[in-house]
Each structure stands twice: as structure tokens, then as C-alpha cells.
């Protein structure tokens, strides 16, 4: 694959990444919106936002951990031994 396009794949998937984090952000404003117009306190959002932030966060990394640890067991299997 030449630099070009490897180079255009990064862009793409940075805009791409960037357009999700757009419409979620969309979203969320609107959702934090209508629970403001509620009732909901400032800290009830923050508090909501964060907790979600840190659930996905987690889950997020243990996955990511468990992934690494399942291709490093492949990895080993398909090494030539010594």
C-alpha cells in the first residue's frame, strides 16, 4: 500500500471518528436538555455523564485487555520455535 493511501484511510477515519463524536454530542446536549427541563440539578447531569464516561471507559479497556491477551496466545501458536 503506498503512503497516499494510507495517508487518505487515516483522514477518512479521523473525519469519520469526528462525525460520530459530532451526532453523539448532538444528542446528548438534547438529552441533557429535556432532563435539565425536569428537574435535573447541574451535578445530576455531571454525575450522569461521568458515570457513563467511566462505565464505557472500563469496559472499553477490559476489552481491549482481553482482546490483547486472546491474539498474544495466537501470536505465540503461530511463532516458529527456537
Known amino acids: 500500500m503506498s503512503i497516499t493511501a494510507a495517508a487518505a484511510r ?12 459530532s451526532a453523539a454530542g448532538t444528542i446528548r ?10 428537574g435535573a440539578t447541574q451535578w ?5 455523564f461521568l458515570a457513563e464516561s467511566l462505565v464505557l471507559a472500563l469496559l472499553g479497556g ?16 503461530l511463532l516458529p520455535q527456537f
Open 62 to 77: 477490559a476489552l481491549g485487555v482481553r482482546l490483547a491477551a486472546m491474539l498474544l496466545k495466537v501470536i505465540v501458536v
Open 44 to 48: 445530576q447531569l455531571f454525575s450522569q
Open 10 to 21: 487515516r483522514e477518512f477515519g479521523m473525519l469519520t471518528v469526528w462525525m460520530d463524536s
Open 29 to 38: 446536549r438534547k438529552q441533557a436538555a429535556l432532563r435539565a427541563s425536569l
